[in-house]
C-alpha cells in the first residue's frame, strides 16, 4: 500500500511554469513505477509521465516532451512534474499514482488501469 499527496497546483497564465509535488509513504514504496495522469471533467485520466525511483529512467506522453519533465529525490520521497511553457489545454486535476507494475521489453505502464494507487488531486487551470 503506497499513500500519496499531491501538492503545488494552482491559477497561472499561459507560459507560465508550475512544479507539481507528490509526497510519497509506504513500506515499500521504492517498489512503485510513479506516475503522473491527468484529467478534464467528464474524460478519461490521461498519462502525462512515469518514473523509476532508481536509476534515472522515465516515459513522457508526446503531448507533454520539451515541456514537462519528471523527477524523483530519494531523500525525501517526492516524486515532482516540473510543467513549463504551460497552455491553456493544459487545464485539468493532476493526480499522482503508483503501481507495482514493472516497465518489461520497453513497455511501460502508461493507463490509468496500470495504477492501483492514486492521490486526492491537485488542480491546475493554465488561462489563456
Known amino acids: 500500500q503506497v499513500w500519496l499527496v499531491e501538492s503545488g497546483g494552482g491559477l497561472v497564465q499561459a507560459g507560465d511554469s508550475l512544479r507539481l509535488s507528490c509526497a510519497a509513504s509506504g513500506r515499500t514504496v521504492d517498489r512503485y513505477v510513479m506516475g503522473w495522469f491527468r484529467q478534464l471533467s467528464g474524460k478519461e485520466r490521461e498519462f502525462v509521465a512515469a518514473i523509476l525511483w532508481y536509476g534515472g529512467s522515465s516515459l513522457s506522453a508526446d503531448s507533454v516532451k520539451g515541456r514537462f519533465t519528471i523527477s524523483i529525490d530519494n531523500a525525501s520521497n517526492t516524486v515532482y512534474l516540473q510543467m513549463n511553457s504551460l497552455k491553456h489545454g493544459d487545464t485539468a486535476v493532476y493526480f499522482c499514482?503508483?503501481?507495482?507494475?514493472?516497465?518489461?521489453?520497453?513497455?511501460?505502464?502508461?493507463?490509468?488501469?496500470?495504477?492501483?494507487?492514486w492521490g486526492q488531486g491537485t488542480q491546475v487551470t493554465v488561462s489563456s
Open positions: 499514482a503508483a503501481t507495482p507494475r514493472r516497465p518489461s521489453g520497453g513497455s511501460w505502464p502508461d493507463t490509468a488501469r496500470d495504477y492501483n494507487n
